[in-house]
């Protein structure tokens, strides 16, 4: 019982730091700065190694306080600190975009506009359907992107937590 009820702790401790982690990356980077720039793909490349990192370290910290990590366990706390984390996060998000600044969709789909157009990839009918669609859609993809990329980064943190901390059986 005592194992459930710290695996649980570790889950909703690195949950919540998965949680500030992704608020304070949103709030760093504007979803209206050009995703081309040099310095926000630095950025995002720090935060996808952090959002990764995050797992790992929980399955570290859970073997710490002394108890045995298999792979199984390992991706489980792995993916329910991705997905928790991703949880709360997408609801910021949505709370964000719903409430608390609607115009930043705008700023979102002009910045969308512009790369469609620049790429001449569709037509400016085509580039109209798209722009309506998504800004339809904008606000729930929020929330199912944060769990959807909390699931991912949980699994592979977990795996690889996993395969870093797993404890030695005695198979002879």
């Given at each position: 019982?005592?194992t459930?009820?710290s695996?649980?702790n ?5 949950a919540a730091?998965?949680a ?10 504007s ?5 081309k ?9 720090v935060?996808l ?12 910290y ?8 298999t ?8 993916v329910?600190v991705g997905?928790?984390g991703?949880?709360?996060v ?11 600044n609607?115009?930043a ?26 722009m ?6 904008f606000v ?13 980064y ?8 996993g ?10």
């Amino acid at each position: 019982m005592e194992t459930k009820k710290s695996f649980n702790n570790i889950v909703l401790m690195f949950a919540a730091l998965y949680a500030i982690l992704g608020i304070l990356s949103m709030l760093i980077k504007s979803p209206t700065q050009n995703p081309k720039d040099p310095a926000m793909v630095a950025f995002g490349f720090v935060f996808l190694f952090l959002f990764i990192g995050l797992p790992v370290l929980a399955v570290w910290y859970y073997k710490k306080q002394g108890y045995a990590v298999t792979l199984g366990n390992a991706v489980k706390l792995g993916v329910l600190v991705g997905l928790l984390g991703g949880l709360l996060v997408g609801i910021y998000a949505y709370i964000y975009f719903a409430y608390i600044n609607p115009a930043a969709i705008d700023q979102v789909m002009e910045l969308s506009r512009q790369i469609l157009e620049e790429n001449d990839m569709f037509d400016a009918e085509m580039v109209d359907k798209q722009m309506e669609m998504t800004r339809k859609f904008f606000v729930p993809m929020q929330l199912i992107g944060q769990l959807f990329s909390g699931l991912l980064y949980g699994v592979i943190g977990g795996l690889l937590g996993g395969l870093f901390f797993k404890t030695p059986t005695e198979d002879y």
